[in-house]
């Protein structure tokens, strides 16, 4: 499985991104998101299954983020909107066989994209 991010960049307090995740290789049914600011842990951020297309959202993003994917492009998507400072971080796709929210349950990883959000 190879996970390519891209889309991340520099933005200001309440502005939108939207990261990408293309897929390919053998498709495991759960994506996820997680992100890594400086100095700090690997943390979950979301995650989406290929089939049903459930999310599930860290409480930290809830109400500002979604996730959505496209089987015909084997794409994962994060929509961050109201962005904050504290968002800022290399954010990481993932992929799982079953949903989690540790960094363990993942086998497959990107090389991530970074993301900064100033005030």
């Known amino acids: 499985v190879q996970l390519v991010e891209s889309g991340g960049g520099s933005v200001q307090a309440g502005d939108s991104l939207r990261l990408s995740c293309a897929a390919s290789g053998r498709e495991l049914n759960v994506m996820g998101w997680f992100r890594q600011a400086p100095g700090e842990v690997r943390e979950f951020v979301a995650s989406i299954t290929w089939i049903s297309g459930r999310q599930t959202f860290a409480d930290s993003v809830k109400g500002r983020f979604t996730a959505s994917r496209d089987h015909a492009k084997n794409t994962v998507y994060l929509q961050m909107n109201n962005l904050k400072p504290e968002d800022t971080g290399v954010y990481y796709c993932?992929?799982?066989?079953?949903?989690?929210?540790?960094?363990?349950?993942?086998?497959?990883w990107g090389k991530g994209t970074l993301v900064t959000v100033s005030t």
């Open positions: 993932a992929a799982a066989r079953a949903l989690g929210q540790r960094v363990d349950d993942y086998a497959y």
